[in-house]
């Protein structure tokens, strides 16, 4: 049974689309986040929801929006799709926001 | 801004031998996480370092963090090629909201 788990795996997409990503998590956690991996690796805390509530919203453009319909679920929509946004994206989840974080499988977009 | 840094990016070693990846920060915390990502995988949970003075052991790894210092190790005794992976160190901070601010990571190669 996964714990975290991210729809779709792989992403291929043109430039200037709209799309997104669903995760859910079924540990019962009460923050969950969204990071971003790129091509060297780096991985960057884009959002952060506690309970529904937004926590962290970085320096990430206003064409990613995330929503947290309850508590399992936090989903990630990103409209008019760039180059630039191809990278692997990762959700996470964590019991209360100073503990381990559990992460899904990665969502890989590809933008062309 | 916080910032994390890892110690060698890269390292090829020989199986049997031992090395120490580290892990910097520039913030007070008290928790250093270890996570390891095998090639297009999800980030494994592998060490949760709570308080100054922590050391945890996993097989052939363990994990250290001085908080005095800012400074975590991880240790890794008579390597296997199945160890071959990238390993992230990361810190989370109040002022960050609670989010992991990872490492650079260390690509780690074992071979025969």
């Known amino acids: 049974d996964t714990a975290v788990s991210q729809t779709p795996k792989y992403l291929v997409t043109q430039m200037g689309n709209d799309k997104s990503i669903k995760c859910e998590q079924n540990l019962g956690h009460d923050t969950m986040y969204w990071y971003k991996q790129d091509s060297k690796k780096f991985l960057k805390i884009m959002f952060s929801y506690n309970n529904k509530e937004l926590i962290i919203n970085e320096t990430v453009p206003n064409r990613f929006s995330p929503k947290s319909p309850d508590k399992a679920h936090l989903n990630l929509h990103i409209n008019s799709l760039e180059l630039g946004d191809s990278a692997v994206y990762f959700c996470?989840?964590?019991?209360?926001?100073?503990?381990?974080?559990?992460f899904g499988q990665g969502t890989r977009l590809t933008v062309v | 801004e916080l910032k994390v840094e890892q110690n060698p990016l890269f390292l090829s070693m020989q199986e049997g031998k031992n090395y120490t990846i580290y892990c910097n920060y520039s913030?007070?915390?008290?928790?250093l996480y270890w996570y390891r990502q095998d090639p297009g995988k999800s980030l494994e949970s592998l060490f949760v370092l709570l308080s100054n003075g922590a050391v945890k052991q996993e097989g052939r790894l363990m994990a250290s963090l001085d908080t005095k210092a800012r400074l975590s190790t991880l240790h890794i005794t008579a390597a296997v090629h199945d160890l071959s992976a990238t390993y992230f160190c990361?810190?989370?901070?109040?002022?960050?909201?609670?989010?992991?601010?990872f490492g650079k990571g260390t690509s780690l190669l074992v071979t025969p």
């Open positions: 996470a989840s964590s019991q209360v926001m100073t503990s381990e974080a559990f």
């Open positions: 990361a810190v989370d901070t109040s002022n960050s909201g609670y989010a992991l601010n």
């Open positions: 913030t007070t915390s008290d928790r």
